[in-house]
């Protein structure tokens, strides 16, 4: 064979392999994520953190041998919060963006809006991280194309109320956001005192973005034994300042929903805050039912990913429901929007296992209300740091509809 023969035939070869290549790349799918979160606003700092735990969810995913034809890009609008802005802008990534599935609506008014339109669009919705309005898992709401992976606010008072009441007392005072996860948060809290034998003797709502509690804070009655604060974001910060100000921590006990004193908030916890006791699906320290290897795992990437950063709850429930929707999507095979019915199909009644990718225990979507159920924990402030006392089981939780 000639010299030109064979070069013309090494020519050959290589085209033919540019080409088997360039087909197989063509072939990559590329799933887009639709994401509507707040940056800026009130809850600015909750969606930035919410960002980052999707993104490291995203990035590991990229690990998984079951993904290595597929890429994942996410298109973030900034809602600040505000229900109309967030229908907007999911309408928006749907038609003009052409996103394949939708996640965020951190405020509880901003997802239990997005979870009515996933029906009219027919697109998957998962709630990132907050929205844990009771609403979203009424059977009135419920419907085929929405997915909640965090706690809903029954779950997490119900299993609280027992406690506090043994443990603190059975008089409690109530200081809540005057809107969607406040009032649902306050209307499960006097649910749960009434079945457990306490009673809530007296509320105040304070209005959205208050900026001056003191009025709001004056109206407590001081005789009782406990004070229940169920706020979230800006709100919580100047509650929890107002409270210490005015001399009530002196008076009663500091009990709440995690959202009070989360890392994003109070990257450092604050005298004011010693002593309080909360309930929620994470803590910023690894201590107690929550020092597990799966949970170790988790803070060694999150850490080589954000050196000195704090483990914000925005962040681990992020990352939660991010892997929550991988899985539906490993399992399903979907790869574009055409699968929605396969992978919404996949998430309903999915469970997994305590993992580097759920280190906070096992976690199922029931197939009958599309609700997560995932143990819950009890925390108390001791020495600055977040101590975990109690674990609540994923089966008990389970019990609570």
């Known amino acids: 064979m000639s010299t030109r023969s064979i070069r013309i035939k090494s020519l050959l070869a290589a ?165 969607a996860y406040g009032q649902s948060g306050f209307k499960a809290f006097q649910e749960a005192m009434k079945a457990t034998g306490g009673s809530v003797v007296g509320s105040v709502g304070v209005p959205f973005g208050t900026t001056d509690m003191a009025p709001y804070m004056s109206k407590i009655d001081s005789s009782v034994e406990g004070l229940y604060f169920i706020l979230a974001g800006r709100d919580a910060i100047l509650a929890l300042q107002e409270a210490a100000s005015q001399g009530l921590g002196k008076k009663m006990k500091f009990a709440g929903m995690h959202s009070l004193i989360v890392p994003e908030n109070f990257p450092k916890l604050p005298e004011s805050a010693e002593g309080l006791s909360f309930i929620g699906a994470y803590a910023r320290d690894v201590n107690g039912a929550l020092d597990t290897a799966e949970n170790r795992a988790f803070r060694a990437v999150y850490e080589a990913k954000y050196p000195n950063d704090i483990h914000g709850l925005n962040a681990f429930e992020a990352y939660q429901a991010t892997n929550m929707l991988l899985a539906g999507i490993e399992k399903s095979g979907f790869r574009n929007r055409k699968d929605t019915e396969k992978l919404v199909s996949a998430l309903s009644g999915l469970s997994v296992k305590a993992s580097k990718e759920f280190p906070a225990g096992p976690i199922t979507v029931r197939s009958s209300d599309h609700q997560g159920v995932a143990p819950l924990y009890i925390v108390v402030v001791k020495g600055g740091k977040e101590e975990v006392i109690h674990m609540i089981s994923a089966s008990d939780v389970a019990k609570i509809k």
């Open 15 to 179: 085209l033919v392999a540019i080409g088997v290549s360039g087909v197989a790349h063509a072939q990559k799918a590329e799933i887009t994520i639709g994401f509507v979160n707040p940056t800026t606003g009130v809850f600015g700092g909750l969606g930035k953190y919410a960002r980052k735990g999707m993104d490291l969810a995203l990035e590991q995913a990229q690990k998984n041998p079951a993904f290595k034809d597929v890429s994942f890009k996410v298109v973030e609008r900034d809602s600040a919060a505000k229900t109309a802005d967030a229908i907007r802008y999911a309408r928006e990534l749907i038609n003009r963006d052409q996103v394949d599935v939708l996640m965020g609506g951190l405020s509880s008014a901003e997802c239990l809006s997005l979870q009515k339109l996933a029906v009219e669009i027919r697109t998957a919705y998962l709630p990132t991280s907050g929205c844990w309005a009771d609403e979203f898992s009424e059977a009135s709401n419920v419907n085929k194309y929405s997915f909640r992976v965090t706690a809903s606010n029954r779950q997490r008072n119900q299993a609280f109320a027992a406690w506090l009441v043994k443990t603190t007392g059975k008089r409690w005072y109530v200081v809540y956001s005057d809107f």
